[in-house]
T-cell receptor
């Protein structure tokens, strides 16, 4: 099955700085890579996703890059705000069916 | 967006009892649903794929006789934790993909927190 690794496990940044979270996956057949934000005790919320036919996608302060050859993808958050503080998970799947999640990154944005 | 509900949102039970958790897709039909388990400060781990009208598919290491899954209709999947023990205490989350081409959209339920005493 798919194995997704995520780094770092914790990340602290000053408000206004950028945050980068990286993931690698093992199954070359995976073609859908979503990123989720999860607050304590809540369901994961999709913040951005990328398909395998695209190398980069941006949505306001959030961007994701994908390198299929190297089997890694990254989340970039610019101009971070305190409300960005949460746990972020990457995931990989085939056509957005069963998702295999990374281990999570606890992001803390310091005001 | 589409809505997926779970019931109950939390449950406390005694060791040895069974607990049923429901996952419903409220405004779309889902022939497949997924069940995840999340221990404190850990990631979501896929437990099984629930298939309407057929047997569930379990991930390696998940006991199918302990975690019974029934997908009786196109909008309802249930997960029953049988003979629950304290180590089964966790946050259980379901998801349902809504069909769209070429990729499905996954929608998560709000989760059920199970505490086994």
């Amino acid at each position: 099955g798919e194995n997704v690794e995520q780094h770092p496990s914790t990340l602290s940044v000053q408000e206004g700085d950028s945050a980068v979270i990286k993931c690698t996956y093992s199954d070359s057949a995976s073609n859908y890579f979503p990123w989720y934000k999860q607050e304590l005790g809540k369901r994961p919320q999709l913040i951005i996703d990328i398909r395998s036919n695209v190398g980069e996608k941006k949505d306001q302060r959030i961007a994701v890059t994908l390198n299929k050859t190297a089997k890694h993808f990254s989340l970039h958050i610019t101009e971070t705000q305190p409300e960005d503080s949460a746990v972020y998970f990457c995931a990989a799947s085939l056509r957005a069916n069963n998702l295999f999640f990374g281990t999570g990154t606890r992001l803390t944005v310091i005001p | 967006g589409a809505v997926v509900s779970q019931h109950p949102s939390w449950v406390i039970c005694k060791s040895g009892t069974s607990v049923k958790i429901e996952c419903r897709s409220l405004d779309f039909q889902a022939t497949t649903m997924f069940w995840y388990r999340q221990f404190p400060k850990q990631s979501l781990m896929l437990m099984a794929t629930s298939n309407e009208g057929s047997k569930a598919t379990y991930e390696q290491g998940v006991e199918k006789d302990k975690f019974l899954i029934n997908h009786a209709s196109l909008t309802l999947s249930t997960l029953t934790v049988t003979s629950a023990h304290p180590e089964d205490s966790s946050f259980y989350i379901c998801s349902a993909p809504r069909k769209s081409q070429p990729y499905n959209e996954q929608f998560f339920g709000p989760g059920t927190r199970l505490t086994v005493l």
